[in-house]
């Protein structure tokens, strides 16, 4: 159980491959010892959705714990903090799909923009882990996904995308009655999550920090102070983060002028651009244009040393 007196909490960012909303992680590696030398919680920027081959432990959701055996499955949403802890001194096999809702649905369902935000809203509603016995069909549809990813046949990534838009369909059927968890998480968890997805979305726009904390119904010193408490970074110091890592999307996918990417992303002048750019990348935006890559890594080494050596 990660050691609730700690304030670390890590984000494990995924970058989709182009043009496709989902993301696979299979094989031997990801057999292993979960939770060795971890006491902290993390969070993912798109849903995970994990299997469990072999192996016995622990998942913690928020503050509830939850024992995992072979034939388990999770379903986490965006930004919801959890770890996997294997028994210890032993190995669990697991296997994983990082999922882009909104994305894969518009690219396979027909359902027009509000019904498609109402199924990713169902589907976000909440974390859980259940044996595959309970709930067939989803652990079924699961194992089918990845299998199509392990063999890679003819038109496997229509056939996944296929299959992994029902399994979204499933889940979203199965949280229609949302049930409140046995334990709440600690009140000040709550305004972080909700201020992490507020800030996904509207990142491209003039943020202020006192209407974030409105948002939360805190004052703005009292959010800052929890905040940077639970990232370990400021309010402005993530929302400038995560216009960095949208700026380095557009960077590597198109052609568009960096003075335009800047402004797309939500900075006020393009000065303020540069120098947070730099600070994140360790270099000017055009230099880093010509070599992009592992730029997923470089973001996670920034987050990790900033302020007091998160």
């Known amino acids: 159980?990660?050691?609730?007196?700690?304030?670390?909490?890590?984000?494990?960012?995924?970058?989709?491959?182009?043009?496709?909303?989902?993301?696979?992680?299979?094989?031997?590696?990801?057999?292993?010892?979960?939770?060795?030398?971890?006491?902290?919680?993390?969070?993912?920027?798109?849903?995970?959705?994990?299997?469990?081959?072999?192996?016995?432990g622990t998942l913690a959701i928020g503050t509830e714990e939850h024992r995992y055996h072979k034939n388990y499955f999770t379903v986490i949403p965006q930004n919801c903090l959890h770890t996997t802890n294997s028994e210890p001194g032993t190995d669990s096999s697991w296997e994983y799909l990082f999922v882009d809702i909104e994305m894969l649905l518009s690219q396979t369902c027909q359902s027009g923009i509000r019904r498609i935000s109402q199924m990713t809203s169902r589907i976000n509603s909440k974390a859980y882990l259940k044996p595959e016995a309970e709930s067939p069909k989803i652990g079924k549809a699961i194992?089918?996904?990845?299998?199509?990813?392990r063999t890679k046949e003819d038109f496997y990534l229509e056939e996944a995308m296929a299959e992994l838009t029902v399994l979204l369909i499933s889940i979203a059927r199965e949280n229609t009655e949302i049930?409140?968890?046995?334990?709440?998480?600690?009140k000040e968890t709550v305004p972080i999550a909700q201020s992490l997805d507020f800030i996904s979305m509207h990142y491209m726009e003039p943020l202020k920090i006192q209407e974030l904390a409105a948002n939360c119904h805190l004052s703005e010193s009292h959010f800052r102070k929890i905040?940077?408490?639970y990232m370990n970074m400021g309010p402005m110091e993530y929302i400038n983060l995560v216009r960095i890592r949208a700026a380095c999307e557009l960077l590597k996918r198109t052609d568009e002028f960096v003075t335009d990417i800047a402004n797309k992303c939500g900075f006020a002048t393009f000065s303020t651009f540069i120098r947070n750019f730099k600070k994140v990348m360790g270099t000017s935006?055009?230099?880093?244009?010509?070599?992009?890559?592992?730029?997923?890594?470089?973001?996670?080494k920034s987050q990790i040393h900033m302020e007091d050596g998160w």
């Open 285 to 300: 935006p055009n230099e880093w244009r010509k070599c992009p890559d592992n730029y997923e890594q470089q973001l996670l």
């Open 1 to 56: 159980m990660p050691n609730r007196g700690t304030s670390k909490i890590e984000f494990r960012y995924y970058k989709m491959p182009n043009d496709i909303p989902f993301l696979a992680l299979f094989g031997e590696s990801w057999r292993q010892q979960y939770g060795k030398g971890i006491d902290y919680l993390h969070f993912h920027n798109y849903l995970e959705i994990g299997y469990c081959y072999d192996g016995t």
């Open 179 to 186: 049930r409140l968890p046995e334990k709440l998480p600690p």
């Open 143 to 149: 194992r089918a996904v990845l299998d199509l990813m």
């Open 227 to 229: 905040f940077s408490s």
